[in-house]
């Protein structure tokens, strides 16, 4: 049982209970170089490789030299970045002594690799990778799971098999996708990570096959990053509407780097207009607000005005829950705000508490280690 199922009618942890560490669930390492997966590629794909002249497939989600690619006060490599070695990462994530442990989403992007077999070698080079370079070197790093989106049952077998290592915490999806993760032929996602027990990130971002909007190519950044709402919109009512929930009732979904505040209206929405379409999904028997409360959490960053005064107490409201919002810094990203601005927006230290901690745990089951772990 998790500590937030231990302590679900009081709100508060039961007596003796391990305290919930504070975690941080969106982090991102950066792969400067597919160079970098040579030594994890078997000897067909590392020659590949090399005879490709190791083409990148970093994504321009976070352009390099825009205003959101990193923070000014980050620690950085002697090319100028951010988050390309563990030493920098946990000194800026973990320097202030507040967060116990930070979740590892790493978006380089095996996922545009249109050729499944080297996707799926490609997918497991870059676990390997991060369990390898980054995982055994600080005990406060997990990880997601990144899985060849090209290839659902290949997908299920990356889950498998980094299962049984658990420091990868959950699995990564991104918003953007071939074909919506409610469709009946991404289902072996899901039940391979309801049978591994891990929430499934679905993070910004996607494998670029068709248009990432509705109506085409955008021109700017700013219309695509603006866009990406709308792509999570159309993922959660794809998983909600198509039986994810029924057919794996123990899924838990985060839904990271979007925002939040776009979510009340989303959810009056789609329950106004389920009362007349639910002849077309009868198995969806309650409204849909109550299964996203019950199976999806949202980051926090980027807060998106949630730290005016008052306004993240409106927000949660509005929700109806206090359980939905995970703690995320989205290290090494600039937002407007910092991610500890939620602060502002509330007057309630329950609340932050649940934010910070208790929601994670329900996650994670990641309790405040007895002492900090070191970069070695």
Known sequence: MSLVQESEATG??????????????????????????????????????????????????????????????????????????????????????????????????????????????????????????????????????????????????????WAKDDRFVQVLLLGQSELLYGRQINWPIWEAAERAGLPVAIHIGGVFRQPPTSVGWPTTHLEWYVGQTSNLEAQISSIVSEGVLQKFPKTKVVVSEVGFNWL?????????????????????????????????????????????????????????????????????????SGPRSIETGTSDPALLDRIYRQNAADLYNLVKPASQGEAK
């Open 264 to 336: 009340p209206a989303y959810m009056w929405k789609f329950d106004k207009l389920w009362k007349s379409y639910r002849p077309d999904f009868p198995w969806v028997d309650i409204p849909p607000s109550e299964l996203i409360r019950k199976h999806f959490v949202f980051t926090t960053s980027p807060t998106d005005g949630a730290e005016l005064p008052g306004q993240l107490d409106k927000t949660v409201d509005r929700m109806g829950s206090d359980r939905m919002l995970v703690y995320s810094s989205d290290y090494p990203h600039q937002h407007a």
């Open 12 to 161: 508060e942890l039961q007596p003796g209970a391990p305290e919930a560490a504070v975690v941080d669930c969106d982090v991102h390492p950066v792969l400067e170089s597919a160079r970098q997966l040579l030594p994890y590629l078997d000897d067909y794909w590392h020659d590949q490789l090399v005879a490709q002249m190791a083409p990148s497939y970093e994504p321009n989600y976070h352009p390099a030299g825009s205003a959101i690619a990193q923070r000014s006060d980050s620690a950085k490599d002697e090319n100028g970045r951010a988050a390309t070695t563990v030493e920098n990462l946990v000194t800026d994530v973990f320097g202030d002594g507040f967060t116990d442990y930070a979740i590892l989403n790493c978006l380089y992007a095996t996922q545009q690799i249109h050729q499944p077999r080297r996707e799926q070698a490609h997918a497991r080079a870059l676990n390997e990778w991060i369990a390898n370079e980054w995982l055994s070197k600080d005990s406060r790093l997990r990880a997601s799971i990144v899985v060849p989106l090209g290839t659902p049952e290949a997908a299920a077998a990356e889950i498998d098999h």
